[in-house]
């Protein structure tokens, strides 16, 4: 007997009644519920869902519950150590997703947290990076864990393009423009190449002005491993210029430190937009507007980082060595680091050397073990 949409003396809304008997069994399982909805057409499709879950549950046995993606993120990130951007990206993504089902994020509600969490102007590799690639990382764990079935998410179409970098004549003239605040900054990212994120959560515990290194820890690293970034004689000078000594080494102009966060680079977008713009760094206007009133910013062509390539094409120049580059720089393979071999035109190392403050003829930096 197929179950009931009725409403019940004294009790308020829609309830589910009846008892359903599969076929070949004797006792049939009874139903009294209150509806999900008040809407008898709604009410009537969760019935019929009951009722066929009930039918199928007595043939083929019952389907394991679905874990929910707050358990399956929990999961993955006890199973080992993240760094402090995927951890980011999770929270994100949890926010959202909250406790979905894993059964149910499937392509439509990955679309859907594409266009929750990036902006619509999002370029490929960035829906990439923040949405696809962290949830397939979860997922993947679920599934090896045998909460789910491999994902199926396909991923926007990144273009190959070619690592671009500055001149040095043009990052001479950025660290000549920047705001006195944020000028060690860049000359930083111009002498070592460090990422974003190694760069905010770098403290002067850390850094030996003396011996001319700075060691970067393995929990603000990409890779997770510990690196010793040698300073060239620029960016001693310049952090040597900066009045505070403990806590963070690079901080606000309000004096504060940046996020404790790999992926805060928006944190350096008005003084890097600014430090740009002065120095004629192609980029272009970006307008929208808020409450009626338009805006828009100015948005260089290389953001911060994009320093690292610069700083990469640099070395290679330099040493023409890229095994030397892998290390120096943090990359896993020498295969990574292949693309920077002919970036630079020649006739630039004088200038690099001259930005970086080594001496005029061909100087070799011992890398620090």
């Known amino acids: 007997m197929p179950l ?6 004294g009790h308020p809304g829609l309830w589910i009644t009846g008892t359903v008997t ?3 069994t004797k006792v049939g399982v009874r139903i009294r519920r209150r509806a999900g909805s008040d809407d008898p057409r709604i009410a009537r499709e969760e019935a019929s869902a009951i009722e066929t879950s009930i039918i199928r549950n007595a043939h083929l046995g019952e ?12 999961s993955y990130k006890a199973h080992e150590k993240r760094s402090l951007g995927t951890l980011a990206l999770l929270i994100k993504l949890t926010k959202h997703f909250r406790d979905t089902p894993l059964d149910r994020i499937d392509q439509d509600a990955v679309d859907e947290a594409r266009r929750a969490l990036c902006r619509p102007d999002a370029s490929p590799a960035t829906v990439a990076r923040n949405i696809i690639v962290p949830i397939r990382a979860v997922l993947n764990h679920a599934a090896w864990k045998g909460w789910g079935p491999e994902p199926r998410i396909k991923a926007p179409e990144i273009p190959e393009t070619s690592p671009t970098a500055l001149m040095p004549d043009t990052v001479a003239r950025m660290i000549a423009e920047a705001p006195d605040r944020f000028r060690p900054l860049v000359v930083w990212f ?3 190449g460090a990422r974003v994120g190694e760069t905010l959560a770098l403290r002067w515990e850390q850094v030996d002005l003396a011996g001319g290194r700075a060691i970067l820890l393995p929990e603000t690293t990409k890779a997770g491993k510990r690196r010793v970034v040698t300073l060239f004689p620029a960016a001693v000078a310049a952090l040597a210029g900066l009045k505070h000594r403990k806590g963070h080494v690079f901080l606000r102009r309000d004096c504060e430190p940046y996020r404790d966060s790999e992926t805060g680079g928006g944190q350096l977008r008005t003084p890097w937009a600014t430090t740009c713009q002065r120095a004629g760094v192609p980029g272009r206007w970006q307008e929208w507007s808020v409450a009626g009133k338009p805006k828009r910013r100015w948005v260089p062509e290389v953001g911060p980082h994009g320093m690292r390539h610069t700083w990469a094409s640099y070395h290679h120049a330099i040493w023409r060595d890229l095994l030397k580059l892998r290390d120096d720089g943090g990359w ?6 292949e ?22 003829e061909r100087q070799e930096i011992l890398r620090i073990a």
């Open 4 to 9: 009931k949409i009725e409403r019940r003396p």
């Open 22 to 24: 599969p076929a070949g």
């Open 63 to 74: 389907r394991p519950a679905s874990r929910g993606w707050g358990e399956a993120v929990a």
């Open 190 to 192: 111009a002498c070592t």
């Open 332 to 337: 896993a393979s020498v295969a990574q680091v």
């Open 339 to 360: 693309c920077y071999a002919h970036v630079i035109p020649s006739g630039q190392e004088a200038a690099i050397r001259r930005l970086w403050g080594l001496a005029p």
